[in-house]
């Protein structure tokens, strides 16, 4: 296979038909504030559906929700905003790196909202405001997740998800069944990647050919685990932590055909839509 090569001309125009959203401009729909909801809507078709997956919902509950979960029950650990902002950077080992771009993005969204109620906060009251919009964000956008959308299910993803609920010392939980990912009794994925095998081989191959500068650790990992995958059979059982590397490539080999994907990361997904010969648009962060 060649030398892939950008397609500058797929992101100059609003695109047209049904959009299949990735987990970052799905993020930007339900969670983010308005100006992050604009930019993502803007990149979408505006006279066709709009689809997830249940794996998309799956990668967010196990990603981004958990990350702003474990923000909101820290919060109750520190008196000040400024307080847990400077944790949050101390290179703490509780405060993950992979974490650190949602909080930043709930602080965003959380100085979004004083600019708009166009009111004045005193910081002895910064840390309890926050917690209460997380609370609101975390319930409301997870009960949009499902009962906003009709996610497809073709990767044979869990679809019984618990909803995060609220402890007696109003921390919040929720509990996933990650840990049984790549059990064959409660995930189909070997299925799914043996009905696609020749496309799956083809994801390899292409991101293999890519030129070492575009091949970072991301991709990289993303090439192991679905080697990983195309090894094993149906009916056995894989390590679940390869799935969630070959995040990207499945979101891209189960958009339906004619549907365009949506998603922030141009970076990873461009090469995998020019591989599986699919159609892209990427949506903008807010300015």
């Known amino acids: 296979m060649g030398e892939l090569t950008p397609w500058p001309q797929m992101f100059s125009v609003i695109p047209v038909g049904d959009a299949f959203l990735d987990s970052s401009v799905l993020i930007g729909l339900v969670f983010r504030h308005a100006g992050e909801r604009a930019a993502c809507r803007a990149a979408l078709p505006s006279d066709g559906k709009v689809l997830c997956s249940r794996y998309v919902i799956f990668e967010i509950a196990r990603g981004f929700l958990r990350s702003l979960i474990a923000l909101h029950n820290y919060t109750f650990e520190f008196n000040s905003f400024a307080n847990l902002h400077q944790a949050a950077h101390s290179g703490q080992q509780r405060f993950k790196p992979y974490a650190m771009h949602t909080w930043l993005g709930a602080f965003d969204d959380y100085f979004a909202a004083l600019e708009a109620e166009d009111g004045v906060c005193v910081e002895a009251l910064k840390i309890e405001e926050l917690r209460a919009k997380m609370r609101g964000w975390i319930r409301r956008g997870w009960r949009r997740l499902q009962h906003d959308f009709r996610p497809l299910n073709e990767i044979g993803c869990r679809e019984d998800l618990r909803s995060p609920i609220s402890r007696g010392d109003q921390r919040i939980d929720q509990r996933l069944p990650d840990e049984q990912c790549g059990q064959p009794t409660a995930c189909r994925l070997q299925a799914f990647i ?85 159609s892209l648009t990427v949506a903008e962060t807010a300015r």
């Open 194 to 278: 043996q009905a696609w095998k020749p496309q799956v081989e083809g994801v390899v191959s292409g991101l293999e050919a890519l030129p070492t500068p575009r091949k970072d650790k991301e991709t990289v990992a993303r090439i192991d685990g679905l080697r990983h995958l195309l090894c094993n059979q149906p009916g056995t059982h894989f390590d679940g932590k390869k799935c969630h590397r070959c995040g990207d490539a499945l979101i891209c080999l189960e958009a339906p055909p004619g549907c365009v994907i949506a998603t922030k990361n141009r970076m990873h997904f461009e090469p995998l839509a020019q591989i599986l010969g699919k």
